[in-house]
């Protein structure tokens, strides 16, 4: 299974930007590498997602490796609302109806007041 | 407001127990999946289905069954419950069409307790 790597915790000032980043060595090129995040007692909600260009939504940015090897999600202006895990995951499509996300524990941000 | 919902927030159940956890999802999505999250652990794939029933085992299905009799529902079944299936379960769909790509819609999660 494509895995990815992210560091288990991370903290940042509210009102600065935050980049949370993600490495995902094992990438195929059909994968699309995806972003969600889980308020507390809360499903996870997706955020933004991308397979080789970067990506800009409302809630976010998503720059990708040249090699695709690695992301980064970026807050541009973090609020307390932010506080979440941040789950950085391969979309993995193997043929039609096959496909699966795999995620791993993510990167618990604390936004600092 | 697209939306997967799930039938229970709470549910408390005795061992040995058929427990049923139901989710539907609004949105016409081809795609549901049955996830588990227990701390330290992440969340963890049990069944998916990808059409009305079809369906796929994931990662960790041993212990669970699934139904999906209709498109908008997908049913995570439990013959026999145990302790060890004390758990927050998550339903998510998900779009197989070509420019749909949104990403997994999640619902809020029931949390079973096997007693």
């Known amino acids: 299974d494509a895995k990815t790597t992210q560091p288990n915790s991370m903290e940042s000032n509210e009102e600065e930007p935050v980049h949370l980043p993600c490495n995902h060595s094992?990438?195929?090129?059909?994968?699309?590498i995806h972003w969600y995040r889980q308020l507390p007692s809360q499903g996870p909600e997706y955020v933004i997602h991308?397979?080789?260009s970067n990506v800009n939504n409302r809630m976010a940015s998503l720059a990708i490796a040249e090699d695709r090897k690695s992301s980064t999600l970026i807050l541009h202006r973090a609020t307390l609302r932010d506080a979440a895990v941040y789950y950085c995951i391969l979309r993995v499509r193997r043929g039609f109806g096959n496909e699966k996300l795999t995620f791993g524990t993510g990167t618990r941000l604390t936004i600092i007041p | 407001d697209v939306k997967v919902t799930q039938s229970s927030r709470y549910l408390v159940k005795r061992t040995g127990e058929k427990v049923f956890l139901e989710c539907v999802q609004d949105m016409d999505h081809e795609n549901m999946f049955w996830y588990r999250q227990d701390p330290g652990l992440g969340l963890r794939l049990i069944y998916f289905s990808y059409d009305v029933k079809m369906k796929e085992k994931g990662d960790i299905p041993e212990g669970y069954s699934v139904s999906r009799e209709k498109k908008e529902r997908f049913s995570l079944i439990l013959e026999s419950a145990s302790t060890n299936q004390t758990s927050m379960y998550l339903c998510?769909?998900?779009?197989?069409?070509?420019?749909?790509?949104?990403?997994?819609?999640f619902g809020s999660g029931t949390r079973l307790t096997v007693v």
């Open positions: 094992t990438i195929s090129g059909t994968d699309y």
């Open positions: 991308g397979l080789t």
């Open positions: 998510a769909s998900s779009s197989l069409r070509t420019g749909e790509d949104y990403g997994y819609t």
